[in-house]
């Protein structure tokens, strides 16, 4: 049962950019760490961006600077903001959340393309 909805995906040129959004239950959203994954065609799934309750953040090397990540309780919604689009960035963006080390729920995913 899929619990986080995720949408915004497209395809877009480089240098581009798109907004992701993830919607989730109250109660899944108050109790977690929000986070984004992405898994480029051939590869693993990589953690991109995390934020906690409180509004801290977190960022994988290769997106610091071109992504933001946030949240906004009261829609218990989720967003990846990203900026200045490269080829390598596309992939399959997944939202999850996780407590105390665990990750619990994750959503069905948005597709992202970048062309060059």
């Known amino acids: 049962q899929v619990q986080l909805v995720e949408s915004g995906g497209g395809l877009v040129q480089a240098g581009g950019s798109l907004r992701l959004s993830c919607v989730a239950p109250?109660?899944?959203?108050?109790?977690?760490?929000m986070d984004w994954y992405r898994q480029p065609p051939g590869k693993q799934r990589e953690l991109v961006a995390t934020v906690t309750s409180g509004g801290i953040t977190n960022y994988a090397a290769s997106v610091l600077g071109r992504f933001t990540i946030s949240r906004d309780n009261a829609k218990n919604t989720t967003y990846l903001q990203m900026n200045s689009l490269e080829p390598e960035d596309t992939g399959v963006y997944y939202c999850a959340a996780h407590r105390f080390g665990v990750t619990t729920y994750w959503g069905q995913g948005t597709q992202v393309t970048v062309s060059s």
């Open positions: 109250g109660s899944i959203f108050s109790r977690n760490v």
